[in-house]
């Protein structure tokens, strides 16, 4: 891959005596696993290319907490959102944008209550502001006409009631649009909230995934278009599983807008 | 006039009204057995809330089959309500049809909306009987809704049909009453107190039964009717205390008091917050004595192991929840055959409440009986099942929040017990110490950007 990425630190703003526009909050997702990395790349190269000066903590950021409180420890989610809210005090952070529903819905929600105001945006939405102040634009390209159905992530759809951004780009890139038979507010889990994500799951009858992906297969659609990284797991998983690999892809927004701009 | 129905009915009244109200405040002693929580904020957003979702059964309508068909018996419910007011002035004062004299054509216009009412309500219980006992639907399935919750369900229903039933009956025989009065066949002081009034477009067809009959008969078979015609409805008054049908009332203060915050934001656990910042104070003396104000205070558990940790709004939503079912048939878990139902989450801790309920009022106060909400009603496997995607809440009609109470009971396990699945316990090891799930170390966290 193409290593002309511009990736700031905020100590290194800090050291210039400058203060980024805005933090990109990665993530550990973002971070660490290979196939949620091209994400983070995807979306560095839009914020890249619409000249955004963001930057992002690097070493500095840690878990947000997410996996444990949703497990029930909450003391080591305050621990870690205290210590990241003295993090992001210390530099004086006031607008994050990150790419994780997860890390969204605990900058945005959680971390206010002990002392973490911040201005908190999903990247679909930032995406869509760029596009509205024309910093970037997109030529629908490689998904003209293509069948994409999306699939709403529960901390960012149910959970905090986005439900249009990421759909409103897609339609930008020119593509047909195809809902589940569930979608929006009715839109069903991938499986991996809750600290689902890394544990096994109860005895049942079938996987959360597989259940979600047979559906997303059903509406026919050549790409699952995902909103987040762990989304982006369980389909891809679930795609494996029914052997349609090759067949259809698991996206996310920012890796569609990001291709279709041959970036 | 006869004083003895007057004074027969006047006890009856009082006696099934004071019966409901006493049990009532025993809910209500049981519900104050949960923590205090704060709702007394954002007080337009809340009556607005009401308005919308519990008056105007805005989320009812999500499921239009079920949905429509709710819309009209809670309607009948509360328009044919006008009618049970005359019918409860009449029986204390020995007049019949009290209103009609004032209101004239408006009288005949509200019989006639009440009959028609009463028609909708038949069909609707009817097909509501269908769809529980006939149809194979998912959600009246479920293994939560064996025994006593399914014949509560029905019993509410055949309830409704025979309410329903009477209120048309005792119609029909008034209006062969007013005719024959009219047709000077009925004379008797009696038969004129049969005064002509209302309008009955539905009971006009069951009235012809009647037809040659007697006064004497005629008269009996509407007293009949409306003797047990407002028995019943005192009888019905009481079963809602120990049926699932509280959320004809409680659905209003349940769905006033529900979380105007996002459905991502979890609570804060305050006691938490003041250890961590203890934790993280480079100047606390960690060998400093505790201040005497705290040392008074017993410490509260963390998190929720029976219904004394919940909240107060969490037990009304137990007690609120009608067991309809939507947020299970809505659940990831459950839909794909893991053991969670956030119904029965509700259900169950409705049960352990009233449990603890009568041994209060067996004993007079709570004497430990050995159980806990948490093992003895709800298992460990049904609350790791959750994702905590929200769905549930999202499907509930009158804002009950099983998802708060999963993890209330998750934090119990993991924080007094740390019983966390395995699994979880590695990946909080690692966030404590790498500040990643997954073993990595920190200092790799920007790696990606030269890869």
Known sequence: MSNNLTVPTVAEFIAQGKQPEVLFWVGCSGSFDDRSKKITKAFVKLLNKAGVEFAVLGAEESCTGDPAKRAGNEFLFQMQAMMNIETLNGYEIKKIVTACPHCFNTLKNEYPELGGNYEVIHHTSFLKSLIADEKLTIEGGKFKGKKITYHDPCYLGRANEIYEAPRELIEKLDAALLEMKRSRRNGLCCGAGGAQMFKEPEEGKKDINIERTEEALETGADVIAAACPFCNTMMSDGIKAAEKEGQVEVLDIAEMIASAEDL | ?451
């Open chain 2, 1 to 451: 006039m006869e004083y003895l129905p007057i004074i027969i009915f006047a006890l009856i009244l009082v006696g099934g009204v004071g019966y409901f109200a006493s049990n009532i405040k025993k809910m209500i002693r049981n519900i104050k057995l949960g923590k205090e929580v704060d709702r007394s904020d954002r007080k337009g957003e809340r009556f607005a809330q009401m308005a919308r979702i519990a008056l105007g059964q805005s989320k009812m309508v999500r499921r239009p089959i079920a949905g429509l068909l709710h819309i009209i018996v809670y309607i009948g419910f509360v328009i044919i309500n006008i009618e049970v007011l005359e019918i409860i002035i009449d029986g204390l004062t020995g007049q019949h049809r009290i209103f009609a004299p004032y209101l004239g054509g408006v009288y005949d216009f509200l019989i006639a909306t009440f009959e028609i009412l009463a028609l909708l309500v038949l069909v609707s219980v009817i097909v509501f009987l269908v769809r529980r006992n006939v149809m194979n639907i998912r959600r009246f399935l479920a293994r939560e809704l064996k025994g006593w919750p399914k014949n509560d369900a029905n019993y509410i229903l055949y309830f409704e049909v025979v309410l329903m039933a009477l209120f048309l009956t005792m119609n029909a025989a008034d209006l062969a009453i007013q005719q024959g009065v009219a047709a000077g066949r009925f004379t008797s002081e009696a038969a004129t107190h049969y005064i002509a009034a209302g309008s009955f477009p539905v009971s006009q067809f069951i009235s012809p039964l009647f037809e040659g009959m007697e006064f004497k008969t005629l008269f009996w078979i509407e007293r009949t009717c409306w003797w047990l015609h407002i028995v019943g409805i005192l009888i019905f008054l009481n079963y809602l205390y120990w049926s699932k049908h509280l959320h004809i009332m409680l659905a209003f203060p349940n769905v006033y008091l529900a979380k105007l915050t996002p459905k991502g934001q979890f609570t804060n656990m305050e006691a938490v917050t003041k250890e961590v910042k203890m934790m993280m104070d480079p100047n606390a003396d960690p060998f400093a004595a505790p201040d005497p104000a705290a040392a008074e205070e017993e410490p509260a558990s963390l998190g929720a192991q029976d219904i004394f940790d919940l909240n107060q709004v969490q037990l009304l939503n137990a007690y609120t929840c009608t067991e309809c079912g939507r947020c299970t048939a809505e659940c990831p878990a459950n839909l794909t055959g893991k053991k969670l139902s956030p119904r029965k989450i509700m259900m169950d801790t409705r049960d352990r409440l009233e449990d603890v309920g009568k041994v209060i009022d067996k004993e007079g106060e709570w004497k430990d009986d050995g159980k806990t909400l948490l093992n003895d009603y709800i298992l460990t496997e049904e609350l790791w099942a959750c994702t905590t995607c929200n769905a549930c809440v999202e499907a509930c009609p009158i804002g009950i929040d099983p998802l708060s109470i999963i993890m209330e009971m998750r934090r119990y396990l993991v924080l007094e017990n740390s019983a966390a699945p395995n699994e979880l316990n590695v990946t909080m090891g690692n966030i404590e110490n790498n500040g990643a799930p997954w073993p990595y170390n920190q200092m790799d966290r920007l790696n990606w950007a030269n890869e």
